[in-house]
């Protein structure tokens, strides 16, 4: 960060014009400013020795389990361990169905297919590109035993009408936590909606680790404990196996990691909001681009739809703007699960969305500077 601070200066002084290089991401900025924090407590673990489920990870679940409004966090080795654990806690059955919105990162529905239960897709609300819980509803059968509302890019799904849902039908909500850790839905954190929910603390996301690490929250007592089963092969105590399980535990040196920063996560998470919302009165009058509606989001990705968006991202990428795209493909046309048999066409609104979005940079300590110039390109590119 310092090297590339000084050459941006040196190019400004010399040509305003200079195109600035902007990654899509670049965790730099927020471990330098804790980088003494972070390398006292690899001391403080190398020092205590207990590098697995050691005294740090106890610390951290009880951290993360109050800043999320619940009463237990179990860690977990990541994510995607995080959301199969959470299922199986459910006990679900071969032919019980679990609803997913058909717009998320993959591992939303590797998880219901890890477990053995079937992925049953929905599309996604056209404003928000959220999980819409009037199109879940077309979905729902007498096998349906969980929906997986997924608080994609940071914007909290709208839980009213999806717990209401869910209430009447008898299901059980899962959050998929994995990119809003801090939003709130009516002043009550995302992650705490759920019988239990599962985040991940991949590098990138609003609260990440320094490698893979994840966690289940939840208020129940029962599913607290086979939780911590599954995630230590079934054992709790050295050698005797109660249950089934897996190796999916969290290291003593990221939850040590993640207790440092997630004392600053709020304040990062206003700093995403203030990006975005410079982001979005910079094109709000371009007509060419959409913005979606994003109440309370911690804008884990800035996503947009966009005409022309290849071109857009091809432009973009000469001018040293580098873009993604949050997804290409909707799950139920990726290869991977060709068998559920779904077909182009089943899901209009999301295989639309996905030729037109696409994610801005924005990372923690982003300069204005930085943003106008991402917003002038998109612009010019239009013109
Ligand atoms: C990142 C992510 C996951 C999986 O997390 P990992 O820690 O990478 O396994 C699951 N769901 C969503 C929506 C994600 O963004």
């Known amino acids: 960060m310092l090297l590339s601070q000084s050459f941006r200066k040196t190019n400004h002084i010399f040509d305003k014009k200079y195109p600035l290089n902007i990654p899509f991401v670049s965790l730099k900025k927020q471990h330098n400013d804790i980088e003494k924090q972070l390398i006292s407590a690899l001391q403080d673990v190398l020092e205590n020795s207990s590098f697995i489920l050691g005294n740090e990870v106890d610390s951290f679940e009880k951290k993360y389990a109050t ?143 320094l490698g893979d690490a994840g966690a289940i929250t939840t208020d129940s007592f029962d599913i607290y404990k086979k939780a911590c089963l599954l995630r230590n092969m079934g054992s709790s105590i050295k050698y005797l196996h109660e249950s089934d399980g897996y190796n999916s535990r969290l290291d003593s040196l990221q939850a040590a990691f993640l207790s440092i920063k997630i004392d600053y996560l709020d304040r990062w998470n206003e700093e995403r909001q203030k990006i975005a919302s410079r982001y979005k009165s910079n094109l709000l009058n371009c007509k060419h681009i959409r913005l979606p509606q994003q109440k309370n989001s911690v804008y884990h990705i800035l996503a947009l739809l966009a005409e022309d968006r290849n071109e857009l991202a091809a432009f973009l990428l000469k001018k040293n703007i580098q873009t993604l795209v949050h997804y290409p493909i909707p799950i139920h046309l990726q290869p991977a699960f060709k068998y559920l048999g779904y077909a182009k066409g089943d899901f209009p609104i999301a295989e639309q969305q996905a030729q037109e979005l696409i994610s801005l940079p924005l990372y923690i300590g982003m300069s204005n500077e930085e943003i106008d110039y991402v917003c002038e390109n998109v612009i010019k590119f239009y013109n």
């Not at 080795?77 to 609803?99: H, M, P, Y």
């Not at 897709?121 to 077309?138: G, M, R, W, Y």
């Not at 954190?189 to 985040?199: D, H």
């Open 67 to 209: 800043y999320s409004g619940t009463k237990y966090c179990i860690g977990i080795g990541n994510g995607t361990d995080a959301l199969k654990i959470s299922l199986r806690a459910l006990d679900l059955n071969k032919d019980d169905e679990v609803i997913l919105p058909v717009n998320s990162f993959i591992a939303t529905a590797m998880a219901v297919t890890a477990v053995g239960a079937k992925p049953v897709f929905s599309d996604i609300d056209e404003n928000t590109l959220n999980l819409s819980v009037t199109e879940a509803k077309k979905h729902l059968s007498k096998d349906t035993k969980v929906i997986v509302p997924v608080h994609l890019y940071g914007t909290p799904c709208s839980m009213d009408n999806l717990l209401e849902m869910a209430n009447n039908q008898n299901i059980h909500v899962v959050e998929d936590n994995a990119q809003a850790q801090g939003a709130t839905w009516n002043e009550k954190k995302t992650g705490s909606f759920g019988l239990v929910n599962a985040t991940s603390f991949y590098p990138t996301k609003n609260l990440g680790a």
